[in-house]
């Protein structure tokens, strides 16, 4: 199947319905970048409304024939798609990496769970969405169905753009809906991949599309009257205006999973090795750009010094920026320039506000590559719950060090924010890390660990952080709606009065 390989040119190929990677006569067009290399390599065309509208139809129509298929035969056609994956997973991942700039040994994981997520929603399809069955008195009865929406509409985030988008596509196509998938147009080529599997898989035409544009085109996905869902995975502000667009024209229930500001809590009973370890789990991956990383990390003041000097070794020796595409590399390229000019904003507003930069916080040019979005992951000491830094999301490669004396005191400041996606706490003490983990507001609770993932666990966030949860059976729910069916099995009935 050589048309999995990796396209030189992405020219013609930036969208994908009718089962084809295709393309639209547009007026506008952005640029498609190669992070890695920091230059433009293709220019897409965006979707206006009125060809949002006719992909949507296409999708609406299509729907009828896959939503009356059974959730058993849906499944064998997503397993077949799982199964393609790993038969082409090596130009899968390469695409992955040209398409974000995220190290080519973390694209390997992202999407090895992606076939687990389609495995994972046509395996428990069968039986999550058979409906319940109720006897009643008076020789009557009731039962429930679990019906699909039709279309959903879905925008997707750019830091993890395979397997976020699978995420989506994989329970709403086990439920039985036709999905219009808008990504990010910041990394816009891996759900077009996704399409070209699906498609060999056996998926009939047009119950998977995807469009590309900006927000005009999002907006015109989510306002469209015949999406019934949305799911969203982005900014706050962006994830506010979709909350607000569901509930206008007509009211539908919408997914969200927007930013965070996750703190972790490392107590003095910790020892250190385990609170670094903890500490660079939960910022440094994929260039620090993962919406549940714990940039906020809290030290008891008794070992703050020990723990900052024995930190900033550990990096010293462990940080590898470099070409995603090397094996070597951990630390790859930031997904554009303005983003990577906003993280170096926040370090210097940092620097401003009387913190300490320890480590980082520049951009920089490692060796055999000749550009790129690169940026030296950063350490900043000397940092209070009250700056910028620590109350906005930055989304890079930046963990603030911010000391504490009680442990009321530490949960007090970790959850003074308006974020709620994720947090975390180190600790021997399993009984105290229980005590902590409870009084934590926020959607995932890591005691220990962080940045765990599983598709069959329940992710999402509370406060600004979004409703509604991605992975899990719950996912599978969120994507049907519930009927109830009453019967009469009297031959004759009952007028009532």
Not at 21 to 26: A, E, G, K, V
Not at 116 to 131: H, M, R, W
Not at 355 to 380: D, M, Q
Not at 437 to 449: F, P
């Amino acid at each position: 199947m050589s048309f999995f390989k990796i396209p030189r040119s992405l020219e013609n190929g930036l969208y994908f319905f009718g089962n084809k990677r295709t393309t639209i006569d547009s007026e506008k067009f952005f640029d498609v970048y190669e992070q890695r290399i920091g230059k433009v390599i293709a220019k897409c065309p965006i979707s206006d409304k009125i060809t949002v509208d006719e992909i949507v139809n296409f999708a609406n129509e299509s729907q009828k024939v896959w939503g009356s298929m059974t959730p058993l035969e849906r499944g064998n056609i997503l397993r077949k798609a799982a199964n393609i994956i790993r038969s082409h997973h090596k130009e899968i991942v390469e695409w992955e990496v040209r398409s974000n700039g995220k190290p080519i040994r973390e694209a390997v994981l992202d999407i090895s769970q992606s076939a687990d997520t389609l495995d994972f929603f046509a395996g428990i399809a069968p039986q999550a969405l058979l409906g319940n069955f109720f006897p009643l008195l008076n020789n009557k009865q009731a039962y429930t169905t679990r019906e699909p929406f039709g279309v959903v509409g879905a925008i997707g985030a750019w830091n993890y753009p395979f397997q976020t988008a699978m995420w989506k596509i994989a329970p709403a196509l086990a439920a039985g809906n036709a999905i219009v998938y808008k990504p990010s147009p910041f990394s816009p080529a891996s759900p077009v991949l996704i399409g070209e599997i699906l498609a060999a898989a056996g998926l009939p035409p047009n119950v998977y599309c995807v469009i590309q544009g900006e927000g005009e085109t999002g907006q015109a996905l989510v306002e469209n009257k015949l999406i019934r869902k949305v799911s969203f995975t982005g900014s706050v502000a962006t994830g506010q205006k979709i909350q607000e667009s569901c509930a206008r024209k007509s009211i539908k229930p919408c997914t969200l999973e927007l930013g965070g500001k996750s703190a972790l809590i490392i107590c003095k009973d910790t020892s250190i090795d385990n609170a670094i370890a903890g500490s660079i789990l939960a910022n440094f991956f994929n260039q620090g750009q993962v919406c549940t990383n714990a940039t906020r990390v809290f030290i008891h003041k008794d070992m703050i010094n020990t723990f900052t000097q024995s930190l900033l070794v550990e990096l010293d020796k462990l940080i590898v920026v470099g070409d995603p595409l090397d094996e070597k590399t951990n630390v790859g390229a930031s997904i554009n320039e303005e983003h990577l000019n906003k993280v170096i904003g926040f370090v210097e507003s940092a620097k401003k506000e009387g913190a300490t930069i320890l480590r980082g916080g520049f951009r920089t040019k490692p060796k055999n590559v000749e550009s790129g979005f690169y940026f030296e992951p950063c350490v900043i000491g000397n940092v209070t719950n009250e700056m910028k830094v620590a109350r906005e999301e930055i989304f890079g490669a930046v963990m603030l060090l911010i000391s504490y004396e009680t442990e009321e005191e530490a949960i007090y400041h970790a959850n003074n924010t308006d974020f709620g996606l994720a947090a975390g706490v180190f600790s021997n003490d399993l009984s105290k890390a229980h005590r902590i983990a409870q009084k934590l507001e926020a959607g995932t609770v890591y005691i220990n660990t962080y940045n765990d993932c599983e598709i069959h666990v329940p992710f999402g966030g509370v406060k600004n952080s979004g409703i509604g949860r991605e992975n899990s059976l719950s996912a599978l729910l969120s994507y049907t709606q519930e009927k109830t069916v009453y019967i009469n099995l009297n031959s004759k009935v009952d007028h009532g009065f």
